[in-house]
């Protein structure tokens, strides 16, 4: 029945992230509010909130593994989406049509997994107010990064939102919603994407209980698979929809999302600072996505090239470092 369970609640997940990317669509088109900022912001905490319940369930428990990896291995997960429909929709050229004020989120997010290898090589089992301060180090930077993002002048030589829409792009079905009934459904499906997210990981961990395999594998690969689903979906709908720079915002927003996650779950994890509890193999994951995440970040800002080689190959590099990540942590 787990598998039952499992297969239904990532059919929920699949339908409420469709739906939930079309209400973020309209709002990015009807409000002051553009795609990327919808899809940093909006977008990214709303597909965030399953890795919350999840790494806030398994820190109360005192599975740090499961709280940690599964932050990590979403980041992990999310870049792969990001360069999996990349190539997939290799005539569409996304990171290359994409604002290059991404730069800053990306730039961000390689700061902050810096900052977790470090505390995950270090190891300091130091505490203040019961967050680790390695915990707290990343949550300030965290909000420091944002408050310094919001200030920073715009890279685009061009109106972003002035770029011709994709005439083979699908129409909205719900764009004929107004800003603020888009804004009461987004949340309304949010809190569902929010409870079919936390089914998806509470069944992928029985899942990996009835077939034996690690903690460290699970909370890296198939809990965090299972609850970056909706940003997987999410994407997808954005990239129909031709919103290239929400698209890229829901996935580089996530991921410096996740980071604040494991922040909030030190508290929860009662056993001391909870990075210090994890084992070895998340030093693979972290390490993975930190030159994934540079790998994404060049492709954003790097001229424009007529060769669809030379375009495609910071892509297939980091869906080939996803599989040797895997490999690797499969094999710790």
Same mark, same amino acid.
């Given at each position: 029945?787990?598998?039952i369970y499992f297969l239904l609640a990532a059919a929920v997940t699949v339908l409420a992230a469709i739906k939930l990317s079309q209400y973020a669509d309209v709002i990015s088109e009807k409000s002051a509010m553009g795609g990327m900022m919808v899809g940093t912001l909006l ?8 890795? !919350?319940?999840?790494?806030?369930? /398994?820190?109360? =428990?005192?599975?740090?593994? @499961? +709280? &940690?990896?599964?932050? $990590? #291995? %979403? ?117 569902? !994407?929010?409870?079919?997210?936390? /089914?998806?990981? =509470?069944?992928?961990?029985? @899942? +990996? &209980?009835?077939?034996? $395999? #690690? %903690? ?14 909706p940003e997987a979906i999410s994407v997808f709908v954005a990239l129909r929809l031709s919103n290239v720079n929400m698209a890229v915002g829901a996935v580089l ?80």
């Amino acid at each position: 029945m787990v598998f039952i369970y499992f297969l239904l609640a990532a059919a929920v997940t699949v339908l409420a992230a469709i739906k939930l990317s079309q209400y973020a669509d309209v709002i990015s088109e009807k409000s002051a509010m553009g795609g990327m900022m919808v899809g940093t912001l909006l977008l990214a905490g709303a597909t965030s909130l399953p890795e !919350i319940s999840t790494s806030f369930s /398994a820190a109360a =428990i005192g599975n740090a593994d @499961i +709280a &940690v990896g599964n932050m $990590i #291995g %979403s980041n992990l997960f999310n870049l792969f989406i990001l360069a999996g429909f990349d190539l997939l929709l290799n005539r569409r050229r996304m990171l290359e049509r994409a604002s290059k004020d991404h730069t800053y989120s990306s730039l961000l997010g390689i700061f902050l997994t810096v900052l977790l290898l470090l505390a995950l090589w270090l190891r300091t089992d130091v505490t203040f107010l019961g967050i680790g301060l390695d915990s707290l180090a990343i949550g300030i930077s965290y909000i420091v990064g944002m408050l310094i993002i919001n200030k920073l002048p715009n890279l685009d030589t061009i109106d972003m939102d002035d770029e011709p829409v994709d005439a083979e792009a699908p129409k909205n079905p719900s764009a004929h919603l107004s800003p603020k009934h888009a804004g009461i459904r987004f949340a309304i499906v949010a809190v569902i !994407i929010m409870a079919a997210g936390t /089914a998806l990981s =509470i069944t992928g961990d029985e @899942i +990996a &209980v009835v077939t034996g $395999i #690690g %903690s460290s594998f699970v909370g890296s690969f198939l809990v965090a698979a299972a609850t970056s689903l909706p940003e997987a979906i999410s994407v997808f709908v954005a990239l129909r929809l031709s919103n290239v720079n929400m698209a890229v915002g829901a996935v580089l927003g996530s991921n410096i999302f996740n980071m604040v996650i494991l922040a909030l779950s030190d508290p929860i994890y009662v056993e001391g600072s909870i990075i210090s509890g994890v084992s070895g193999a998340n030093v693979i994951i972290a390490s993975a996505v930190l030159v994934m995440s540079v790998l994404v970040m060049f492709s954003l800002y790097r001229p424009k090239t007529a060769s669809t080689w030379a375009y495609s190959v910071p892509s297939i590099l980091v869906v080939l470092l996803y599989f040797v990540a895997s490999y690797l942590n499969f094999t710790y």
